[in-house]
């Protein structure tokens, strides 16, 4: 049997090696263009009005252009159109496409979640933002019916026996802040090869997607820029 090297690394680590250089490469890079977008943001929101010396009125057109413009470009939700390429005689086809059109239709229209991520994409167009849109897939399980309860009773089946069925199905649409999406540094879109996205969660919801014990080796010390921003700013004021 032959050794291991002892500074040979494992395929795994180097594989998570080569996801830290990509994101520290990404957030290298694109530095500079994160303060620019932090400029204009402060414009937006005229932030430091109260510090000026020059007390008199002015009027911010970069707010007004923007909120002129943004209902303009998305006005209301769009109609789902589900078709089948060919119009062959195939009642399957058919029946397919319409129950993909109506739960696409059923989805956008009764959910917040799509208008308010298009809404808030359509703002990041004309403010240095991404403009990124996260779409998930969440299949919500529920425990089984035992084999006894249904009364199919086999020898392969115990009655006691219960698995987890399949309750219902959905698929978030969520808004991904400029500084939580990175991708691999690149000249065009077809020459990425990686796309990532920093989600912050609690340890609640650590341990319901990851298990417990990851649950307990991680540290919840990370928050938003915005947030932690905030937060310095009120321990200021209170000093």
């Known amino acids: 049997m032959a050794k291991k090297k002892k500074n040979e690394k494992s395929p795994e680590l180097t594989r998570y090696e080569g996801y830290l250089d990509a994101i520290a490469k990404y957030e290298r890079e694109y530095k500079p263009w994160e303060k620019r977008v932090d400029k204009i943001l402060k414009r937006y929101r005229d932030e430091g009005r109260d510090n000026r010396e020059n007390t008199s009125s002015k009027f911010n057109?970069?707010?007004?252009?923007?909120?002129?413009?943004?209902?303009?470009?998305?006005?209301?939700?769009?109609?789902?159109?589900?078709?089948?390429?060919?119009?062959?005689?195939?009642?399957?086809?058919?029946?397919?496409?319409?129950?993909?059109?109506?739960?696409?239709?059923f989805e956008v229209q009764h959910y917040p979640d799509y208008r308010d991520t298009m809404t808030q994409c359509v703002q990041d167009r004309f403010l240095g933002g991404r403009g990124t849109c996260w779409i998930r897939y969440e299949p919500h399980f529920k425990?089984?019916?035992?084999?006894?309860?249904?009364?199919?009773?086999?020898?392969?089946?115990?009655?006691?026996?219960?698995?987890?069925?399949?309750?219902?199905?959905?698929?978030?649409?969520?808004?991904?802040?400029?500084?939580?999406?990175?991708?691999?540094?690149?000249?065009?879109?077809?020459?990425?090869?990686?796309?990532?996205?920093?989600?912050?969660?609690?340890?609640d919801a650590v341990t319901e997607r990851f298990g417990e014990e990851i649950a307990k080796k991680l540290p919840y010390d990370s928050t938003p820029e915005d947030l932690k921003s905030a937060d310095r700013k009120a321990q200021t004021d209170v000093k």
Not at 75 to 89: K, N, T
């Open 61 to 105: 057109i970069l707010w007004s252009n923007v909120s002129t413009l943004v209902p303009a470009t998305f006005a209301r939700i769009p109609q789902p159109d589900v078709s089948r390429r060919f119009r062959d005689q195939d009642p399957t086809g058919r029946v397919g496409a319409l129950v993909l059109e109506r739960g696409l239709e």
């Open 143 to 203: 425990d089984g019916e035992s084999a006894e309860s249904t009364g199919q009773v086999t020898d392969d089946v115990q009655a006691e026996e219960q698995d987890e069925q399949l309750d219902y199905e959905c698929a978030p649409v969520d808004y991904v802040h400029a500084k939580d999406f990175g991708h691999s540094v690149c000249r065009t879109w077809e020459e990425n090869t990686l796309v990532w996205r920093w989600v912050y969660m609690s340890e």
